[in-house]
Structure formats: C-alpha cells, structure tokens
C-alpha cells in the first residue's frame, strides 16, 4: 500500500461528519434525557437543559479526541433534528409537525416559513464558540498534539428549503415563499450571514450539509444558486486573509450522478457517502478530483465495523487521485443513528483503517 509520507499524495486525516448520540447506557450519559424530561415535568428550568447539554458536548469531544480524531466537531448534541435546529433561530419561521428525515428512523419537525427569513441572532456561531473553549480545557492526547481543530455545521440552504413549506395566508410576500427556489435563497441569505460571522469569530473550515441534492438532482440549478450565496460570503473578508474553507458533504443516497457537478463547485471540500454505490470508489478513482474529499467509507447507519484491510484498500486507489493536499476519511454521515457504544466503535475503527493505509 502507498505510505502517507509520499509527498505525493494527500495525507489522510481523521474527521467527523457531524453528529454523535446524545445519550449512552451508563447513568452519566443519560443527563441530558433526564434534563429534558425534568424541563417537561416542570420540575428543573432552561439553565439546567443547558447544563446537562454543555456537559454532553464536552464528552463528545472528548470522546473524538481520545479516538484520534483531528478535525471534529460538537457533535450537534444541542440539535433536535438537522432542519428545525436552523430554521427555528430565523424570523418569520413556526415549527409544525414531524415528518420523516430520509429513509432514516428519526424525524423532523417542518419549518413553515411565513415571510421573510431573517437571521437575528447566532445560528450556530455561539455553540461552535462553547466548543472551541471546551477543547481548550480539555486534556489532549500525545497522539493528536497539535493537529486538533474544530468545524461548525450548517445544513445547507437546499435541504432546508426542501424540507420546508410555505403560509398560505393570502399575502403577497408570505406567498412568494412557496416556490423552492425563493425559500432556498433566503435560506442561503441567513447562511451567508452565518458563515461570516463564523469567519469573524476564527472558523477555518464550515460544514455545510446538502444531503437532499442527491435525492433530487432534478432541482440542481437551484441548489446551485443557492451555494453561490455561502460561496460569495466564504470570500467576502478574503483580502483582510480571512477566509474559511466551505467543505459541501452529502450522503443518503448515491451521488455517482452528480459526481462530476459537485467537485466542479467553487468549494473547498466535497464530502462523499461511498456506502450507496459499491462502484463510486472505482468512478472516483478513475475521474480523480481537483479537490479535498470527505471519504464517507465507514457506514454511519451500520453497527457493523467494516473490514480494515478491505478499506484501506479502497483508500489506497483512491488517495493518487485526489489533489488538494489532503483527504478526509469520515463516517458516511452523522453518526446519531447508533448506539453511543458503536458510534465510539466507528470512530475509534478511522485509525485503525488510516494505520492500515500507512503501513
């Protein structure tokens, strides 16, 4: 296999794709359960839901930066669902019933937009701040010294708009809103405000998840505008040398189709779900890429650990093809959907599958 120090090739670094479970099946990693239910009973008040969610923050760092990860995140563990999260914190947003997140088993509640969105407070710049000091203080392994770095996630203006409906009270404006494509660009507007706000604050890489893309690629030309948004706003500070990398991942479905579209965007990384296609490796590995990669090898629905060596040999093919600098080898997606015990399985398997690469 191609040893990692071939300057030739990218080095392969250990991230997250966002989320982790927000509850375990010891007792101090179901704080946050309790917390909730305790809000509900009216028997504990907001300052203690947010107690017990910092808490469970700080163990989900900690818990990827004992696996070996470098770029990490907060683990999304203040997030109800990837839709409402977002869309609640705008203006002019009610949050209606549950509907169904993909073909996952969770679910999210829909945003009913009834006017012009607007961002008036932090969508996720305060919680990716909180992080940021929480794996300050926490001890970091030998392993991972001076490699660390945080990320915030955003999901994309598509998928929310996607996921969104419109007022049909009868005014004009709220109207507007039920067309795809003008949500979307509002969306992509509070985004663009989010995502220099981030910059402000020193974010060098943003997430922004656009899993809905995939699913319906019919609907491209719009996704595309609405990227351009969070593209323009990534550069807006660039000549003061402020200027994060937009990392655009996808997952849920199989984006062999849209391959060629997505590394052809003015982006800095794409983030691929390799677990849908067993014949993406081999499309990736023969188109290349003239950019980073999220390489979503590791199945984050699935509690079974995937075969090292099968892996590894996957990377290998892929890694020559890949330019940029570096790749990202990742979960599939979020890994939420398992048990706490098996997501910490997964990401722990990320170095062992990297070690395997290296050897």
Not at 124 to 131: E, G, H, I, Q
Not at 324 to 345: K, T
Not at 352 to 357: D, G, P
Request: charged share 25%; glycine share 8%.
């Amino acid at each position: 296999m191609s040893s990692l120090l071939d300057s030739k090739l990218p080095g392969l670094r250990l991230a997250s794709t966002g989320s982790y479970p927000r509850i375990g099946d010891g007792p101090e990693l179901q704080i946050l359960r309790r917390a909730t239910a305790a809000l509900d009973r009216g028997e504990r008040n907001m300052a203690d839901l947010l107690d017990a969610e910092n808490e469970m923050t700080r163990r989900a760092i900690a818990d990827q930066m004992r696996a070996g990860l470098e770029m990490i995140t907060d683990g999304q563990i203040r997030w109800y669902d990837p839709i409402s999260h977002i869309a609640s914190k705008l203006d002019n947003v009610k949050i209606a019933g549950l509907q169904r997140y993909f073909d996952t088993n969770f679910y999210f509640r829909q945003p009913v937009v009834t006017g012009i969105l607007k961002r008036t407070d932090a969508l996720v710049a305060k919680d990716f701040s909180f992080a940021r000091n929480a794996l300050g203080h926490l001890p970091t392994p030998k392993h991972v010294t001076g490699k660390l770095s945080i990320k915030p996630v955003l999901t994309g203006p598509y998928t929310l708009a996607k996921f969104s409906v419109s007022s049909h009270a009868g005014n004009g404006a709220i109207d507007s809103f039920a067309a795809l494509a003008t949500r979307a660009l509002a969306y992509a507007d509070a985004l663009a405000a989010e995502i220099i706000a981030l910059t402000q604050i020193g974010a060098s890489l943003i997430q922004i998840d656009e899993p809905a893309i995939i699913k319906y690629p019919e609907d491209w030309k719009i996704f595309e505008k609405a990227v351009a948004k969070l593209i323009a706003a990534r550069d807006k500070h660039a000549s003061e040398g402020r200027r994060p990398e937009l990392a655009l991942y996808t997952y849920f479905h199989d984006s062999a189709a849209l391959y060629e579209k997505l590394i052809a965007l003015d982006v800095d990384v794409i983030g691929l779900d390799f677990t849908y296609n067993p014949k993406l490796v081999e499309l990736v590995a023969s188109l290349g890429s003239p950019k980073p990669l999220g390489l979503g090898l590791i199945d984050g629905r699935n509690t079974k650990l995937e075969d090292v060596g099968e892996v590894a040999r996957q990377i290998d093919r892929l890694l020559p093809k890949i330019h940029g600098g570096r790749a990202y080898l990742n979960a599939s997606c979020g890994l939420e959907y398992l048990p706490r015990d098996r997501a910490y399985a997964k990401l722990e398997l990320l170095g062992k599958i990297r070690a395997a690469v290296a050897a």
